[in-house]
């Protein structure tokens, strides 16, 4: 039989929900021939991503890691490891990534309690109120940055409602992070995930996670064991943390690699500086697209700078015109998921995909095929 | 604060129980620019990584794709995915991976049959088939290549009974594939799981995986949902097969890319050259083990050739050894893991670390340390 060619695939300008275009020097990065996941020179290369994550995460959160698979991993870890069978969680759901979460209660064998919004509206803090008023959940889901609408969540006022009511406080940042501002320890966070193929620019394959005191001392309370053996933070937290680190399973050394690189990219620019990146270049593409007649799914103050979901005008071909972007000018941007699918684009300005540069291109590129 | 320096870990002979060395074109791999997780080209490069898994696991299932983590993410895959709570199922354990299997089962409320053996030692088919006689499973799992111990289990006669009883057959091959014989087909395999770093050297972070037809049958007629989301089958074959890829999480392109590549070089170098490389050089290390006084944990017959357990020599301390030759030879080697810790070494020929070499370096290093 013969072997298959070369990879060789063809280079892309990544606009979509992720991944995003990965910085050279992350590309070199993988590239770093392999040590061993017990070596000691690797110990103190997860010593500093552990770092580098608390500061990205302003927290000082002792159980702050990458878990070894990609953000819904990061989400299910969270999930499983706090929840039991018999817990109650009042899950906000404003689109697909809210609903994941209300799946993942269920298969916790938990008592599911939704607060819904409609898709491109955040979730109002009265909604919330009100619902905990009828129910004790163990722990309170919601999501920072909603991939699949664009909006950006406000967290502190729904923050201080969940902890006067005795609850934990989930949220999942997979797109915010790096992006725009996530204050863990100020917002009172007590269990958070992220992917690292969103702002943080490295190749997907990790999420970052981080867990307050209140949620590690409620996994030492559980009762039961943990459903998942790959991600039971029991046992992960003797291999990230502690004198001895050990086996659980074999570290994806090269993703940590990348992950590494990444987050010094990151502190080289600055967190201030990459925030005020983000916005200044979602301001740019705001006024591209308003000229060439594109409305925003979502009103201007809950508008996430790295993900901007515009409706698709009258008369324009979804499939086609992404088609067209990919095959013509090697731009990938995002199709709609879930109730928004064939009606909204995603695009995304993310890590090293957000650049004056990229919106240009973008821009240009939609104004020459609008015009056809 | 001040940036973390530049990764720069020290270059290693890997000679562990995994991760094993890696071949530059992988590593060139690795750093191939990311393409979208639904772009057309990168469906080409997942279907390719498909048919290669099959030829390498020697299989026409259908079903077959490398699971978005490690290996123990593969094994978890197969027990949820087949189990349902009060489903029975039988273990054979022999070691460390045999009681993860356990383990596993016990997570997913389903009823534990246990058959053991000494480690080091085989399981005798014999023990199967009087445990058969006393349940029903609805599978029973045995390790190929016990990792912990260095045993190669025999599987055909085993299968058969395990068939005769109506029962499915889940293999863990995490050492074996790509270093010595794995049939699927031939030896009635229904589910198998194996892991990117060890013979096939590359990164860890991949878990390939196949599915019988009656495999996927038993997924079909569950009553209950998989307790786990990230490793849901119903949901993650949309995305891996079918004509409309349907998303579900973001696929950790650049580790597919490590595997295609790792792959490529596999059958560039052909299954029978490579299973031979593995044999030939395990009998160059035996013989120099030999001569040096060691003794191998597993009798000759079930030797598995590319992890070689040799029992530490009276008078030799474990950890000094091991950090010496890692910090003045640059080898690493593996320490034994539960009941064989500080008594066994572990010693890796694995994939690219599998070469006259490798093994010429570490005998010499042993003879000038043992000399000391």
Redesign the interface.
């Known amino acids: ?1 013969p ?2 060619n ?2 060789n ?4 300008f ?1 606009m ?1 929900p ?2 995003s ?2 910085h050279p020097r992350v ?11 017990l ?4 110990i103190r ?1 997860m010593d ?1 991503v552990k ?2 994550l608390r ?1 990205l995460f302003q927290t000082r959160n002792e159980l702050t890691f990458p878990v ?6 990061g ?2 870890t969270c999930f499983v490891n706090l929840l039991e069978p018999g817990d109650e969680a009042l899950v906000c759901v404003n689109g697909v990534f809210g609903n ?1 979460m209300c ?2 209660v ?2 916790c064998g938990a008592k599911l309690v939704r607060v819904d919004a409609p898709w491109g509206r955040p979730i109002d803090p009265a909604q919330v109120k009100q619902a905990l008023q009828k129910c004790s959940p163990k722990l309170v889901a919601i999501v920072h940055a909603e991939t699949s609408t664009g909006v950006l969540q406000p967290l502190e006022e729904i923050s201080r409602m969940v902890h006067e009511a005795g609850a934990l406080f989930l949220v999942d940042t997979v797109t915010s992070l790096g992006g725009t501002e996530v204050k863990v320890d100020d917002w009172g966070i007590d269990a958070v995930y992220s ?1 690292t ?1 969103k702002c943080l620019s490295a ?3 990790l999420s970052p996670v981080s867990f307050s005191v209140g949620a590690v001392d409620a996994m030492e309370k559980r009762k039961t ?6 991600l039971d933070l029991s046992m992960i937290r003797k291999y990230w943390s502690g004198e001895k680190r050990l ?9 940590i ?2 992950l ?2 990444a ?2 990219l990151i ?2 620019e600055g967190l201030d500086a990459r925030f005020e990146r983000h916005r200044q270049n979602h301001k740019l593409l705001r006024e591209g697209l308003g000229a060439l007649g594109f409305e925003f799914v979502v009103a201007p103050e809950y508008r996430l700078p790295m993900l901007n979901a515009v409706k698709i005008p009258e008369g324009v071909d979804d499939a086609t015109v992404r088609q067209w972007l ?1 095959d013509e000018y090697n731009i ?1 941007i995002g199709g709609g ?1 879930g109730e928004f699918a064939g009606k909204v684009w995603r695009i995304g300005l993310m890590g090293c995909s957000c650049t004056k540069n990229h919106v240009n291109m973008l821009l240009a590129a939609l104004r020459q095929i609008m015009k056809q």
């Open positions: 039989m072997t298959e070369q990879l695939p063809t280079a892309r990544l979509g992720g991944p275009d990965v590309l070199k990065a993988m590239a770093t021939p392999l040590i061993g996941h070596d000691p020179q690797f290369i500093a770092d580098m500061r070894s698979a990609t953000g819904s991993a989400m299910e994941r799946d993942n269920e298969r992917g193929q190749p997907p394959g064991r943990v459903q998942s053996w790959y086996y659980h399973h074999t570290a994806p050394v090269s993703m690699y990348s590494y690189e987050l010094r502190f080289e990919l990938e998921l």
